[in-house]
């Protein structure tokens, strides 16, 4: 009976989880990119009075943003549906960039912020502040420590971070020269909602869940947070974490499978090298790492058949003398599979183009070997490319008043939107027009983001589209791994403000066309 109820009150929570995420945030967002829209001046030029209510607004309007965030973020930490993505870190780089982040806000309040090594008989070196841990959460800590650090500090004083290390730990301080806090509240500041003073979070601007928040990181990672008053002035702040974490350390949380190291570390498609001789294949590839592409290499036109289907291809490099399975016939089954159908081909042969079978007619680029590497860049830039003018963006967004706050913000662009506010009329758009990039909100009245990004997969033409997913809701790396296309980023409303999605829809468009066309302009 126990169990049910537990499960029923989990169900609850969840839905109001979900509620809140979504319900919240996307009418926020609007508000929030509204009222920057006024305040910037695009609409109009707007009198002192007005300005300063704006604000008021804009200023009372982020702290309500802060606290929703600060509450959501606590809330899937604690339950487990954030999982820590450990890799080797470096603590003094870590540490060097929370000091760039949150330099502008000491400059507004004349606070110094300085790094400081160790200087005992154990002093450690940069070198050797190494340690296993989520650096995106590690990071996140840091930037707490010194907000809450350069909030409580007087003009003209420093906040200080100290590093050091041991064998089995690394240790960091964060030093600061405020009013101090007092000895009966140390360990409560780090409950939720908790404030050294009453008025501190309307005075201040903090939601009270900062070093909660920083308390469930340290704790996920094995480490411990705590804080005492200085001698002098200022309190002291401290974070213990162990220089090793093992996945077998940490909470179980299912996971994607692991995609292969050559496309680890991008979101977009791939160009697939498929040679029998491994000689061409390691140089092909080399010279199209250094140019900032992702390879996946196949050794037969078999091989090559399988990766085009399974993985995100932006074009093939293929050979047309293999064992087995001929570069011919390769290209004739890639033409026959509705999820290869569309993927550019670019031949490398001995073979001089003007004398090409014309069963090859069906590649959309050849380069002859021994090949020059600017003419091979030019021919597979040129099958890329993505054309001329002004790009063409689908917002596909279910809530009309964040839509024309979205649209507004590119009036200045050199770009076109439209807005789809269903599934199927995004659909029909793509149809109609294949977009340069899609913004997607995953809630739809007549469907989800999911089912959509399931059907531009799989249309050839549409299955490598640039994507930006702006979502009310915190997208899990599992649901990461579902809505990928080609090019993709995940936004969460709320945190990132229209603003922000139109600089970065802008720089993925001019991203993706400027590596094309810089390789033409190379090769000529």
Known sequence: MQLTERSQLDTLKDEFISTVSHELRTPLTSIRGALGLLSSGVIGDVDPKALNLLRIAVTNTDRLIRLINDILDLERMESGRAPLQIRRCSLQDLCEQAIETMTPMADAGTVYLELVGST?????????????????????????????????SPTASTVRIHTDATADSIMLKVVDEGRGIPSDKLDSIFDRFQQVEPSDA?????????????????????GSIWAQRNIGVGTTLYVMLPRTTRASDLPSVSTPAALPASLAHRGEGAILVCDDDAGIRTVVS?????????????????????????????AILLDLYMPGLSGWETLQRLRNQPATANIPVVVLSVLSSTLRPQLTGDAQGWVQKPFNENLLFAELGRVLHQGEGPAYVLLVEDDEDLASVLTA??????????HASTRQQAIRHCINRRPDLLILDLTLPDGDGFSLVEWLRQQPALRTLPLVVYSGREVSDVEMAKLRLGPTEFLT??????????????SMVQRIRSRFSDLATTAQ
């Open 120 to 152: 005992g008989l154990g002093a450690a070196s940069s070198e050797t502040l190494f340690f296993d841990g989520d650096a995106d959460r590690i990071l996140q800590v840091l930037t707490n420590l010194l907000s809450n650090a350069i909030k409580f």
């Open 286 to 314: 080399e010279h199209l790492t250094r140019q900032g592409y992702t390879v996946i290499e196949a050794v037969s036109g078999d091989e090559a058949l399988v990766l085009a289907a399974e993985h995100h291809v932006e």
């Open 493 to 506: 409303k709320a945190k990132v403000q229209p603003q922000e999605v139109e600089e970065l829809v802008l």
């Open 409 to 418: 913000s590119f009036e200045d662009a050199a770009v076109h939107i439209d």
């Open 202 to 222: 309307r005075q201040k601007g903090g939601t009270g869940l900062g070093l909660a928040i920083c308390r469930s990181i340290v704790q996920q990672h094995g």
